[in-house]
Structures are given as C-alpha cells and as structure tokens.
T-cell receptor
Framework: SAVISQKPSRDICQRGTSLTIQCQVD?????MFWYRQQPGQSLTLIAT?????????ESGFVIDKFPISRPNLTFSTLTVSNMSPEDSSIYLC????????????FGSGTRLTVV | GENVEQHPSTLSVQEGDSAVIKCTYS??????FPWYKQELGKRPQLIID?????GEKKDQRIAVTLNKTAKHFSLHITETQPEDSAVYFC????????????FGDGTTLTVKP
C-alpha cells in the first residue's frame, strides 16, 4: 500500500498559536483528505486537498481556521490556526490508495494538545 | 449529505464466537463501503470493502454483506481471536472508491480469551 509520512506525530501548543502538519506520500495522488478524530470518537472530514486548486472544506470548517496547501501530487499541509483547547484532537491525512483497492490509507496521525 | 449509523457501539464476545457489526446509510448514491480497524493508538487500517455491484465479499475470517435496497451493510468476523479486539469503523462514499467518506461512530469489539 501507499506509504504516508505525517509529521509531527504529536505536539503541545499554546492557545492562540498555529501548527502546520505535513503529509508526504510515496506516490502521486490526485486528492488528499484531512480528517479530525477527537478522543474516542469517529473521523470527521475537514477538507479535500486537490493539487492546483483550492481545497474543498466541509460544513463547519473554514479556510481561515484550517488553511491547506497542496503544492504537488505527493505533498500537503494542514495548518490549525489561532488554536484553542477545543482543537485538541488527532489529525489524519489520507489518500484513496490504488494499491489498496482504492480504500483509504492513512498517515500515522498528529496528536495535538492545546493548553 | 450522507449519514452513516453504526451498531452496536460496543460488542463483547468469547474467543471463537462470531461478531457482527451493522451499518445503515442514507444516500442512495453511495457505492463504496469500506471497513476500517483501528487498534489503540494507531491509525485506521482498511480490512475489507464492498462496492454496490456485489452483495457479499469474503476474505478469510472476515466478510461483508450489502443490501442496497435497504441501505445497510454488515461486517461479519468468524472464529474471533483476541487480536481482533479493536475499534471498527464503517464508511460510505459516493463513487467507486474512498473519495469523500462518511464514517460511522465506531464499534469497540472486545474478544475475551
């Protein structure tokens, strides 16, 4: 399956600051997806990152809070801006993996704690 | 948008017994239904999936069934083992692969030795 390197794996941040999460895929993919998973809960789609166009955000998520970059077909970043304790969560990137029957392969996740 | 409901939220079985987890979805345009297993502290991993052109798919001890008319699909695990203990998520997406996927709330499966 595709290999996705995600970093940082975890961070503790002060409220009001920003954190940028990076995902690098070992193959070219058209779309990358960013999810949030709050402790003990399900996965919620934040946005879809397309190379060469603006990201598409889901209801409840806005670009000013979660800006996304997609400079090429193997890389994307998600920034969590002006953080508050409510942003404490696990953030995961994923791709529809053609080597896995086009199911998701996820990055290893970023555990974010905002204090 | 799509809504996926998953039941039960917790399931405890004895080793060797079968486990069944059920999901319903709302959008009749959904065509791709994967199941993911998430062990504690790890990323979700795809274990099996089914597309709308088939009714059942099996991979060793794991099987998935789909009823498009009723808009529900189920995960069946036979001969459960302690290492099957994890959280299982169902999902649904429009199209034939995992594009924008909507996830169920998850089922915590505990297999008692």
């Amino acid at each position: 399956s595709a290999v996705i390197s995600q970093k940082p794996s975890r961070d503790i941040c002060q409220r009001g600051t920003s954190l940028t999460i990076q995902c690098q895929v070992d193959s070219q993919v058209t779309m990358m997806f960013w999810y949030r998973q709050q402790p003990g809960q399900s996965l919620t789609l934040i946005a879809t990152a397309n190379q060469g166009s603006e990201a598409t955000y889901e209801s409840g998520f806005v670009i000013d809070k979660f800006p996304i970059s997609r400079p090429n077909l193997t890389f994307s970043t998600l920034t969590v801006s002006n953080m508050s304790p409510e942003d404490s969560s696990i953030y995961l990137c994923s791709v529809a993996d053609q080597t896995a029957n086009y199911g998701y392969t996820f990055g290893s996740g970023t555990r974010l704690t905002v204090v | 948008g799509e809504n996926v409901e998953q039941h039960p939220s917790t399931l405890s079985v004895q080793e060797g017994d079968s486990a069944v987890i059920k999901c319903t979805y709302s959008d009749s345009a959904s065509n791709y239904f994967p199941w993911y297993k998430q062990e504690l502290g790890k990323r979700p991993q795809l274990i099996i999936d089914i597309r709308s052109n088939v009714g059942e798919k099996k991979d060793q001890r794991i099987a998935v069934t789909l009823n498009k008319t009723a808009k529900h699909f189920s995960l069946h695990i036979t001969e459960t083992q302690p290492e099957d203990s994890a959280v299982y998520f169902c999902a649904a997406s429009i199209g034939t692969n995992a594009g924008k996927s909507t996830f169920g709330d998850g089922t915590t499966l505990t297999v008692k030795p």
